[in-house]
């Protein structure tokens, strides 16, 4: 197929994407493979810039870049390297890297040759080597001992629990010199290996089909059992085209990559996305959003490079604030996109004010490839919602039984279980037992949010289950204590959490990041909070200052984090003075319990010590080691 084309109509309203609707997915000319997408830009674009590196994020580097011509070449021999390992459809290839050319080389190489696996390169050698096994993976694409010795260290723990394991690629900074004092003769140099491969085409001369397994992303966060999303090859091409709908990107697209590229929105928003229109994909350094130097010279490199679009999370938008926008021409930028956790409405008003960019929320999760909906670029953009459906991605509001089953939908303006179906949305987890409850009917899946649809279509989220605050029965949305402290100049970072309470549950609390030379007080936040939080339950009954919020490697607020912190501080509290031992009190996340609390102290009983903790939730679990 030759280029893919956009729809002619730009979505305004809900009645613009019913008109996209009318041609049915079927009908559309979209390639049926990532591969194809790839080798259509090939053709297509050729010699254009396709992928530009910047290693260390000062404007005046020299680039990395790589035209669509030599991207595809690197695609091939990357899958005809996993192949001569005997990678083939079926077969996975896991990934531990941060942002490098390479990265996106193993990406594609491997959805080429088999399946792709990236993983979080943060997670523990524990949770690292469980994703592995649900995977059953047979190469892991990683850093080089040399290029990070840590996260060699964790690859050295995990290699010998994994059976199904049988190499390992390592990767260097691009300009460095290679590893060549390998451990075993099953660790291997990645460039070196795929420079012995044709470029031309694949060796296995696979015909992917739009049905094929393309990737196992995991999800549900950094304990417990990993759940491993399973995409296919079209759930992956439809998805990134449903944004390219909605985005509708102007000229010639440059999208600036900060996000990492184990997360969906990386891969696909600002990776697969823009390459299906002769884009330019930027990757801003090894660490993305994570490097300082990224953050401090962004609008600089906005203006340099042209960027046209970037994605962020909430966080990200909030360190952009701090830095000085005056005096560079930002007029390339067409459009900036938020997801991943909920936005401020202030957030949202003081980017756009300062900045003058349209920042347009969206919402979606990993079982629906990337995105579900996000706010009209062209239409009115309604502060505090995520937006219109995505042209095709069906969205209900349903009210559920006790096993998950949706017994009614809503009506419009009323909250319940958003739930999704499309040809995005994947068709259930590899691990068959985790599907227990997570579809709400045939082909709709639960994702776990509280939301409402509005008359005219537009989705609300108004919680989610496990994030809610339970106090005495009366629940809690977080993001509305949130909100009311991003209103405050002296803010830069909220996050409210339950504080377990013997009496009625649970206690609103609230951690605050001060804005940059900001200084307040807690009472001064307690007697604001209190005089603008109307609802009286939700008026926090503490505020704690902390330097830096905890965020996942995505960039959202990890409130796991807090609550440990939280309640090994409460613990501690409870039992000074009362045990007259030494002793020890760790807070670690349980799958079953959630936070549970683990006190060493010689010569006491479990019972005395639940005696002087008390129960106080489902979320404190004491236990004597």
Not at 16 to 45: C, F, K, M, N, W
Not at 202 to 227: E, M, N, V, W
Not at 573 to 589: K, P, Q, R, T
Request: glycine share 8%.
């Amino acid at each position: 197929m030759s280029q893919i084309s956009k729809p002619d109509i730009k979505i305004s309203t809900l009645k613009d994407v019913r008109a996209i609707e009318q041609i049915a997915v079927e009908d559309i000319d979209l390639p049926h493979s990532t591969y194809e997408v790839l080798r259509a830009g090939a053709r297509e674009y050729g010699d254009r810039i396709a992928l530009r590196y910047l290693p260390s994020g000062q404007v005046d580097e020299e680039s990395v870049t790589f035209s669509y011509g030599q991207l595809l070449q690197k695609i091939n021999q990357t899958a005809n390297a996993f192949t001569s390992l005997g990678v083939e459809a079926g077969t996975v290839v896991s990934m531990l890297l941060p942002n490098l050319p390479q990265t996106h080389f193993t990406i594609w190489g491997a959805e080429a040759a088999g399946i792709f696996n990236p993983i979080n390169p943060l997670l523990e050698a524990g949770h690292i080597a469980a994703i592995l096994r649900e995977a059953e993976s047979r190469v892991l694409v990683t850093l080089s001992p040399a290029a990070d010795p840590e996260n060699w260290r964790k690859v050295m723990a995990v290699k010998a629990e994994v059976p199904s394991l049988k190499y390992i690629l390592t990767v260097d900074f691009p300009g460095s010199s290679a590893g060549s004092d390998h451990l075993a003769a099953d660790v291997l140099d990645f460039d070196q290996l795929i420079a012995q491969q044709k470029g031309d085409s694949l060796s296995s001369k696979r015909l992917i089909q739009g049905d094929d397994i393309a990737s196992y992303f995991h999800t549900g966060g950094t304990t417990g059992t990993p759940k491993l999303a399973p995409h296919s090859h079209f759930n992956e091409v439809f998805g990134s085209y449903q944004m390219l709908m909605a985005l509708n990107p102007e000229g010639h697209v440059r999208a600036l990559c900060g996000l990492p590229l184990f997360h969906v929105n990386a891969v696909f928003v600002t990776g697969l996305m823009p390459w299906m229109v002769g884009g330019e994909v930027i990757l801003g350094t090894v660490a993305g959003y994570r490097s300082p130097e990224l953050i401090k010279n962004f609008w600089a490199l906005v203006e340099k490079y042209q960027i046209t679009y970037f994605s962020a999370v909430p966080t990200i938008l909030s360190m952009l604030l701090e830095v000085p926008s005056a005096g560079h021409d930002l007029s390339s930028l067409d459009v900036a996109v938020c997801g991943a956790a909920p936005l401020s409405q202030e957030l949202l008003r003081k980017f756009e004010d300062r900045t003058g960019i349209v920042l347009v929320e969206g919402y979606g999760q990993t079982e629906g490839t990337c995105a579900s909906s996000v706010n009209p670029k062209y239409g009115e953009r309604r502060v505090g919602s995520v937006g219109l459906p995505l042209p095709h991605c069906k969205v209900r509001i349903v009210e559920v039984d006790e096993g998950g089953r949706a017994v009614r939908d809503c009506k419009p303006n009323e909250s319940g279980v958003i739930a999704i179906s499309g040809p995005n949305v994947f068709s259930g987890y590899k691990q068959l037992a985790q599907n227990e409850g997570q579809w709400v009917a045939d082909g709709w899946f639960n994702t776990g949010d509280l939301g409402r649809l509005d008359d005219d279509g537009y989705l609300w989220l108004t919680g989610r289950s496990k994030d809610l605050i339970i106090r005495g029965g009366h629940n809690i949305d977080p993001q509305m204590i949130e909100e009311v402290f991003y209103q405050n100049d002296k803010v830069a970072e909220a996050a409210a959490i339950g504080k377990p309470d013997k009496r009625v549950g649970e206690l609103p609390v609230v951690y605050i990041q001060l804005a940059r030379q900001a200084a307040a007080t807690a009472e001064e936040m307690l007697a604001y909070a209190t005089e603008h939080i109307h609802e009286r339950a939700a008026v926090p009954k503490d505020v704690h200052f902390i330097d830096t919020m905890p965020v996942t490697a995505v960039g959202k607020i990890y409130k796991p984090e807090l609550r440990n912190r939280l309640i090994r501080e409460q613990a501690l509290a409870e039992l000074e003075g009362v045990l007259s031992c030494a002793f020890d009190v760790s807070v670690e996340i349980d799958k079953k319990f959630g936070q549970c609390v683990t006190v060493t102290a010689p010569g006491y009983t479990h019972q005395e010590i639940i005696d002087t903790l008390g129960d106080y939730s489902y979320r404190l679990v004491v236990e004597k080691q």
